[in-house]
């Protein structure tokens, strides 16, 4: 390969780099501020620790929970995301999002060449990892996990692949950032254990054998203590490890916590992956660790529980797939053999490619999502009460608002000096409220009593749901507004 196609072809890294940028750019990024008004809550939240100059430890957000004391454990990606919307509106929240999606989307390419697969493998294993983390792009702290969970696992790999102790000294730092990033911190608890138990149980990943479990112990503790270090203190594992087992309503209600619905489309790309690991042990080549074995076994349970963690599954399990493909290649035909020879092939050029050039492709995607195609980045007037909001000064918004679950945070974010009834924070509000809520919405028959307990004086809801067909059969009810997505009613 001459020098000049040296510097201008781009590897396999780059290509799926700039792959997942444009995807969740322009295919994500249009539609990403649309799922639910969680986005808009984390960064209304960050931007009030930073107007506050610290963590709020009671809630300032509702009026039917004012004052109750709440752990805002993700408080440092909310206020990153609010830094980006200060910085750039909600192209930038877009961007930050997207950059962190790019980076879970490397990491499942960098642990499969880690682990030994070549690189054609590794970029197929790569994009379908893309796929199955873009059904849950959004602007949420959770986007941070799935950076942090990718960071973590190649340098647990790489410290297993190459016996230095030293390739793990980033993970307590990490761990520290993390836990006060997200609940998810518990993932990176999860692969270290993982990787001691493998250490110990001598799986073939590790060329130290079991001498790797002593600095993976030691790196384990340290990264214990670094959870510790938050606003909350040891209230965050109280609170995360009582979220994971969670409320069996509130999880009942939550799509997002509710298992893989296989009549949609990602499921099937799920199948695919969740299928291909026992398929290839099933041909006698692949001699499976106790690592890899359960890693798969674990994440491929995690991700049939609930839908939430599919990207979880593709981002850990797919290297593994990579490497027991290529082991059943390596123990093929002739023509497998062939196959797999030519990937080695490309795979050395690949390594020989200096991609810096391709850095302006990356440049060249966000400034064009910041500048001429920041207008994508919205919230959808068709899903969220743009148009009631923008008529909002001319319209008496005083008093407590009862307001439907997921434009909650859009209200927050929109106009902060209103009170919400509740949003997506539902662990928060608790399962009581939760039910009267949709008691409310729905309504039950206790539709008025619960209005009355929490002295609404008035209603955003969509104009479909059935409180609104009896307010307008109330005496004691008018309408205020109406528009095709939301409908407010005000007490007489």
């Keep these: 390969m001459t020098s000049p196609r040296r510097w201008l072809l781009p590897s396999y890294g780059t290509i799926l780099a700039l792959v997942a940028l444009g995807l969740a750019l322009f295919v994500g990024g249009p539609g990403m501020f649309d799922e639910d008004g969680d ?4 960064i209304r939240i960050g931007h009030e620790i930073l107007e506050f100059g610290g963590v709020p430890e009671v809630d300032v957000n509702s009026h039917t ?3 109750e004391p709440i752990v805002l454990h993700e408080w440092l ?3 990153t995301l609010a830094a980006a919307d200060g910085a750039a509106g909600l192209p930038g929240v877009a961007v930050l999002a997207s950059l962190l999606f790019v980076v879970g989307v490397l990491g499942v390419y960098r642990t499969a060449d880690e682990l030994g697969a070549p ?3 590794a970029l197929a294993v790569g994009l379908l990892g893309m796929l199955l983390e873009a059904v849950h792009l959004l602007p949420r702290p959770h986007v941070f996990t799935t950076a942090f969970a990718a960071v973590f696992l190649i340098l647990l790999v790489r410290f297993a692949r190459s016996g230095k ?6 993970l307590p730092i990490l761990m520290l950032v993390w836990s006060n990033t997200h609940g998810g911190f518990l993932l990176g608890v999860t692969l270290l254990i993982a990787f001691l138990i493998g250490a110990l149980l001598e799986s073939s990943e590790f060329s130290l054998g ?3 479990a002593r600095p993976l112990a030691i790196v384990l503790v340290l990264c214990l203590l670094g959870t510790l270090l938050t606003p909350a203190g040891t209230r965050l594992w109280t609170y995360t490890t009582g979220h994971l087992g969670g409320d069996d309503f509130l999880l009942a209600v939550t799509e997002e916590f509710q298992s893989v619905n296989f009549h949609q489309g990602y499921a099937k790309l799920f199948l695919i992956a969740l299928f291909a690991g026992p398929a290839l042990w099933m041909t006698g080549r692949v001699r499976v660790t106790w690592l890899g074995a359960g890693l798969y076994l674990f994440f491929a349970a995690s991700a049939l529980y609930s839908a939430r963690n599919v990207a979880l599954f593709g981002l850990i399990v797919l290297p593994w797939t990579a490497t027991w493909a290529t082991r059943a290649l390596e123990g093929g035909g002739e023509r497998a053999k062939q196959a797999l020879a030519r990937m080695r092939e490309v795979d050395r050029g690949d390594r020989k ?3 810096w050039l391709w850095g302006l492709g990356w440049l060249g995607l966000v400034l064009y999502a910041l ?6 980045y919205q919230f959808d007037a068709d899903r969220f009460p743009v148009e009631a909001v923008a008529h909002f000064d001319d319209i008496d918004t005083s008093g407590p608002v009862f307001n439907q679950l997921y434009w909650g945070g859009y209200l927050l974010y929109e106009r902060p000096d209103i009170p919400v009834f509740i949003d997506g924070q539902t662990d928060f509000y608790g399962e009581d409220l939760a039910r009267e809520y949709i008691a409310a919405l729905q309504g039950q028959p206790e539709w008025k009593e619960v209005l009355d307990k929490y002295d609404v004086q008035w209603t955003l809801t969509g104009p479909r749901s059935p409180l609104v067909q009896l307010l307008e059969l109330s005496p004691d009810w008018y309408l205020e507004y109406r528009d095709s997505t939301a409908v407010i009613f005000r007490r007489k």
């Design 39 to 42: 986005g808009a809550r984390h």
């Design 65 to 67: 929970r004012p004052g």
């Design 77 to 79: 990606s909310e206020v």
């Design 119 to 121: 690189r054609p493998l």
């Design 165 to 170: 102790a030293w390739t793990l000294a980033p």
């Design 210 to 212: 079991r001498r790797a």
């Design 353 to 355: 490619l200096r991609p």
């Design 371 to 376: 500048g001429p195609g920041a207008e994508r």
